[in-house]
């Protein structure tokens, strides 16, 4: 088998899932293939480039061991709860053991309509699926738990949105895709029995320890708690916005899923939100460690029959679980901040001292990107670069005083600080308006260049790369891109 398939979700009971065919493209094309994410799933590159790969990728074609169906689950979207929702245009083709013993799903995502796909048409544009392609890829070069792109085709058939665009499909893989909602989707319909299997079949697949908890569901709530914690955390420490944190959006596992209206913020400033959906600020950079917490909070009513037969005690499980989530995201964040400003150690005021970083970014437009991996140079002693990116500089001086005074305190040697500050703040970003314009060349002119070489520069987020000094520069005014839309 050229994908050596084994479809654990397929035999879970009927009720999880419904069969799906993709959708023959009339004319695939092949746009980029995930070189070194097929080694690491034991996938022949050369193959999927060829004839028959190409097939595969663009639905034309069901791959041998491949049992292609759409997933079901329900979700909150925006805070209210759909009860059912489930893979309305991707198409799960399988599992995959990689070379790491690790399980992973294969998805073409824009492959046609399923049984879920209510009014939608179940395909995809080529610009969110290069957008997502992009990101998802630049993601995992910063090291952030995501989902990988494998393939990206344009299938030779037009969709229509507000105006006739190229269709095209992407070919991505996950841990697994199963997210809060598809233990929603069990839980409003008081099956309690498919909760149960589901929780089970997560234990078994991401969270084998809980297994071994005298309380395993309890392990499992603690052990997703703690993944999302850290994921938003991480968000936060490159400026990431998800833009659409509905619970159908957040993975079980832990991994970034579902790039839609997503975008890295330039200036620092909390309130930021891009998606064109996100009239009211719900999912704004800042919100995202409450939604976080929201969302599972959601989870964790799913679980309560699992917790106790006692519903009283359940529930003061599940409270005591969510409990746990400011510190665990805290942990990850402020450690987080303490590394992006060079400290090892750890001090009670340093708190004070990284929030009083901020303020001053906020009140004085400060590029979020560039002011870090500036900050590398001003340890070193080079001050100008930092704060020649304040509107007032001296709003800098009187920060770095303290902030110097408090890095004499801490044992490192300037030159290893630098280092390691550098391996933490990225030179490079997925800039919004460089990937607004990377998707105007494929989609308005065919021209792949931009696509291809952000890539290639994205995949070395933390490497000086002085080729790629213009993909470093954020937005000139009239370049800032005010919304991003929806995948759909
Ligand atoms: P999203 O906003 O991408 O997370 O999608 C929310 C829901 O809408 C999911 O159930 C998707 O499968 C479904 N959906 C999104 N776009 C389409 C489409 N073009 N056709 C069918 N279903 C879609
Ligand atoms: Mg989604």
């Not at 980029?32 to 028959?52: C, F, M, R, T």
């Not at 930092?386 to 801490?410: C, I």
């Given at each position: 088998?050229?994908?050596?398939?084994?479809?654990?979700?397929a035999?879970?009971?009927?009720?999880?899932?419904?069969?799906?065919?993709?959708?023959?493209?009339?004319?695939?094309?092949?746009?980029?293939?995930?070189?070194?994410?097929?080694?690491?799933?034991?996938?022949?590159?050369?193959?999927?480039?060829?004839?028959?790969?190409?097939?595969?990728?663009s639905?034309?074609?069901?791959a041998?061991?491949?049992?292609?169906?759409?997933?079901?689950?329900?979700?909150?979207?925006?805070?209210?709860?759909?009860?059912?929702?489930?893979d309305?245009?991707?198409?799960?083709?399988?599992?995959?053991?990689?070379?790491?013993?690790?399980?992973?799903?294969?998805?073409?995502?824009?492959?046609?309509?399923?049984?879920?796909?209510?009014?939608?048409d179940?395909?995809?544009?080529?610009?969110?699926?290069?957008?997502?392609?992009?990101?998802?890829?630049?993601?995992?070069?910063?090291?952030?738990?995501?989902?990988?792109?494998?393939?990206?085709?344009?299938?030779?058939e037009?969709?229509?949105?507000?105006?006739?665009?190229?269709?095209?499909?992407?070919?991505?893989?996950?841990s697994?895709?199963?997210?809060?909602?598809?233990?929603q989707?069990?839980?409003?319909?008081g099956d309690e029995?498919?909760?149960?299997?589901?929780?089970?079949?997560?234990?078994?697949?991401?969270y084998?320890?809980?297994?071994?908890?005298?309380?395993?569901?309890?392990?499992?709530?603690d052990?997703?708690?703690?993944?999302?914690?850290?994921?938003?955390?991480?968000?936060?420490l490159?400026?990431?916005?998800?833009?659409?944190?509905?619970?159908?959006?957040?993975?079980?596992a832990?991994?970034?899923?579902?790039?839609?209206?997503?975008?890295?913020?330039?200036?620092?400033?909390a309130?930021t939100?891009?998606?064109?959906?996100?009239r009211?600020?719900?999912?704004?950079?800042?919100?995202?460690p409450r939604?976080?917490?929201?969302?599972?909070?959601?989870?964790?009513?799913?679980?309560?029959?699992?917790?106790?037969?006692?519903?009283?005690?359940?529930?003061e499980?599940?409270q005591?679980a969510?409990?746990?989530?400011?510190?665990?995201?805290e942990?990850?964040?402020f450690?987080?901040?303490?590394?992006?400003?060079?400290?090892?150690?750890?001090?009670?005021?340093?708190?004070?001292?990284?929030?009083a970083?901020?303020t001053?970014?906020?009140e004085?437009?400060?590029?979020?990107?560039?002011?870090?991996?500036?900050?590398?140079?001003?340890?070193?002693?080079?001050?100008?670069?930092?704060?020649?990116?304040?509107v007032?500089p001296?709003?800098?001086?009187?920060?770095?005083?303290?902030?110097?005074?408090?890095?004499?305190?801490?044992?490192?040697?300037?030159?290893?600080?630098?280092?390691?500050?550098?391996?933490?703040?990225?030179?490079?970003i997925p800039?919004?308006?460089?990937?607004?314009?990377m998707?105007?060349?494929?989609?308005?002119?065919?021209?792949?260049?931009?696509?291809?070489r952000?890539l290639?520069?994205?995949?070395?987020?933390?490497?000086?790369?002085?080729?790629?000094?213009?993909l470093?520069?954020?937005?000139?005014?009239h370049?800032r891109?005010?919304?991003?839309?929806?995948?759909t």
């Amino acid at each position: 088998m050229p994908i050596p398939f084994d479809n654990s979700y397929a035999r879970l009971p009927q009720q999880f899932f419904a069969a799906a065919q993709p959708l023959q493209s009339p004319s695939p094309a092949l746009i980029q293939v995930n070189e070194a994410l097929a080694a690491e799933l034991g996938i022949d590159s050369e193959w999927l480039k060829s004839p028959a790969g190409l097939d595969v990728l663009s639905g034309r074609a069901i791959a041998q061991g491949s049992e292609p169906i759409a997933q079901a689950y329900a979700g909150h979207q925006f805070g209210n709860f759909v009860p059912q929702l489930g893979d309305g245009r991707a198409i799960l083709l399988g599992e995959v053991v990689d070379r790491a013993g690790r399980r992973r799903d294969i998805q073409l995502k824009g492959a046609g309509r399923t049984p879920f796909s209510r009014g939608g048409d179940g395909r995809a544009a080529l610009g969110p699926v290069l957008r997502e392609y992009l990101v998802s890829e630049a993601m995992a070069a910063l090291g952030i738990p995501t989902t990988r792109a494998l393939a990206a085709v344009t299938t030779g058939e037009p969709v229509v949105r507000e105006t006739i665009l190229p269709g095209a499909m992407l070919t991505r893989v996950a841990s697994s895709h199963i997210r809060v909602g598809t233990f929603q989707f069990f839980a409003a319909r008081g099956d309690e029995e498919a909760v149960r299997h589901l929780a089970d079949h997560v234990i078994a697949r991401h969270y084998p320890a809980a297994a071994e908890n005298p309380q395993p569901y309890r392990a499992l709530l603690d052990a997703v708690i703690s993944a999302q914690a850290a994921l938003v955390a991480r968000w936060l420490l490159v400026g990431f916005i998800h833009g659409v944190m509905n619970t159908d959006n957040m993975s079980v596992a832990g991994e970034t899923i579902d790039y839609g209206p997503c975008a890295f913020m330039d200036v620092y400033d909390a309130a930021t939100v891009f998606s064109s959906i996100d009239r009211a600020g719900r999912y704004a950079y800042g919100n995202q460690p409450r939604i976080a917490h929201w969302n599972l909070t959601r989870l964790a009513e799913t679980l309560l029959p699992l917790l106790d037969e006692d519903e009283n005690a359940a529930v003061e499980q599940a409270q005591d679980a969510l409990g746990g989530f400011g510190a665990m995201f805290e942990q990850t964040y402020f450690g987080g901040l303490r590394r992006k400003v060079g400290l090892l150690s750890d001090e009670p005021e340093d708190m004070e001292l990284m929030n009083a970083l901020l303020t001053r970014m906020t009140e004085n437009q400060v590029d979020f990107t560039l002011l870090f991996r500036a900050l590398g140079r001003a340890a070193s002693g080079e001050d100008e670069p930092a704060r020649a990116l304040f509107v007032d500089p001296t709003a800098f001086d009187a920060w770095a005083t303290q902030w110097r005074a408090r890095l004499a305190r801490d044992g490192q040697a300037a030159a290893d600080r630098r280092a390691a500050m550098d391996r933490v703040n990225p030179a490079f970003i997925p800039r919004n308006h460089q990937v607004e314009a990377m998707i105007t060349a494929a989609v308005e002119r065919q021209e792949y260049t931009p696509f291809h070489r952000m890539l290639d520069v994205l995949s070395r987020p933390f490497e000086d790369q002085p080729d790629a000094l213009d993909l470093a520069e954020p937005p000139l005014p009239h370049e800032r891109v005010a919304a991003t839309f929806c995948g759909t």
